[in-house]
């Protein structure tokens, strides 16, 4: 089993930048494939990015690429997300979530969750 918790969120201006931090319990994190997903008030949780457990293959959602970075160190049992270039709609709950399956392809595959961390871009 992995407890996972996030931290890092917070207000930030349109353009700004912000690092989340997720910390996974457990000494099997490097088997996981980590997620990062985002809901947003009276919206449906979506997906943002995930990386497979050897940290090579990485899969961004249209609306971050090229603006949000995921890294994982296995050493630390963490996984982080740096979002640049913020805007208001980035504005939402990020959770991090961990999954036993290589490609995960929905959040109904990932079967631990954090308890999620506010990010809120002003404009």
């Known amino acids: 089993q992995v407890q996972l918790v996030e931290s890092g969120g917070g207000l930030v201006q349109a353009g700004g930048s912000l690092r989340l931090s997720c910390a996974a319990s457990?000494?099997?994190?490097?088997?996981?494939?980590m997620g990062w997903f985002r809901q947003a008030p009276g919206k449906e949780r979506e997906f943002v990015v995930r990386m497979r457990r050897s940290g090579d293959i990485t899969d961004y959602a249209d609306s971050v690429k090229g603006r949000f970075t995921i890294s994982r160190d296995n050493a630390k049992n963490t996984v982080y997300l740096q979002m640049n270039s913020l805007k208001p709609e980035d504005t939402a709950v990020y959770y991090c979530?961990?999954?036993?399956?290589?490609?995960?392809?929905?959040?109904?595959?990932?079967?631990?969750w954090g308890q999620g961390t506010q990010v809120t871009v002003s404009s």
């Open positions: 979530a961990a999954s036993t399956a290589l490609r995960p392809t929905s959040s109904s595959e990932f079967d631990y």
């Open positions: 457990g000494r099997t994190f490097s088997m996981y494939t």
